[in-house]
């Protein structure tokens, strides 16, 4: 059911600093910051030659990224995204076999502007899984 990995989401406090490492110290190809206030996150996508890099900063005092931030003082991973040929289907799927389905179980427009779906992590080896429709 899952294709290729699509990217890594890694939560961090100060995207600027983020963006240097991977920038200047990894010498990766950053992409520019852009809000996504319908998920309370700024984003930033390192390009690499097989997947990406996802950066995530808070963009509000409710961002679920500043919540995994009081836990996670440093950061680090916070997700991976999987794609899907067919979000709605993959869905159906996973519920009937068990899996809880994040939020009311419909898809969201992502920052790629295609449809995702986020899986609990108790479900997925302790993981918070992002779908996202190829």
Do not use: W
């Not at 991973?77 to 519920?95: F, G, Q, S, T």
Request: glycine share 10%; with cysteine.
């Amino acid at each position: 059911m899952i294709g290729r990995l699509n990217h890594v989401a890694i939560a961090v406090r100060d995207m600027a600093a983020a963006v240097a490492v991977y920038r200047d110290t990894l010498g990766g190809e950053v992409s520019e910051k852009v809000p996504q206030p319908e998920h309370g996150v700024s984003t930033v996508f390192v390009v690499l030659p097989n997947t990406k890099i996802e950066l995530l900063e808070p963009l509000g005092a409710n961002s679920p990224i500043a919540k995994f931030l009081e836990r996670n003082a440093d950061g680090g991973i916070h997700h991976i995204c999987y794609e899907v040929d067919d979000i709605i289907a993959a869905r159906d799927r996973l519920k009937a076999a068990g899996a809880r389905v994040l939020g009311d179980g419909e898809p969201k427009i992502g920052a790629h502007g295609k449809p995702v779906l986020f899986l609990h992590p108790k479900d997925f080896c302790g993981t918070l899984v992002e779908l996202e429709q190829a």
